[in-house]
């Protein structure tokens, strides 16, 4: 049964550090981390460790549902999980810092939480 879904969010995509491209910028006075993955240019915005990797999920699904496309990154070798933003879609660097004032407890994003009123079934 395929579901129409208005305010459907795939989730993130999860892609091995070493096959995304690195780089630092300067922008707004100061200096950015940022990747290019898929032609597309990225902004680091957040880094979780391993043990908290559902943290780094929940918080890329809720940037998704506000409409941000986010990315996770890993490198086994670091342990850590690395959220990126597409960098067209922000507008502000400065904003990206009030984008981690999000509060912990709100993290966990379940698909019971979206917004049902908007998604329709389709029979």
Known sequence: MPIECSSFHPLPKLIQENLVRQFAFFAEGRIHAGMSFDS??????????????????????????QGVTPI???????????VWLDLRQVSCLDSIASLADVDQSSLS???????????????
Do not use: M, N, W
């Open 40 to 65: 597309k240019l990225y902004v680091f915005h957040r880094a979780f460790e391993q043990r908290q990797r559902s943290h780094a999920f929940s918080l890329a699904s809720a940037l998704a549902h």
């Open 72 to 82: 996770l990154t890993f490198f086994p070798g670091d342990r850590l999980y690395k």
């Open 109 to 123: 994003v379940s698909l019971a939480e979206i917004d049902q009123s908007s998604c329709h079934f389709a029979a």
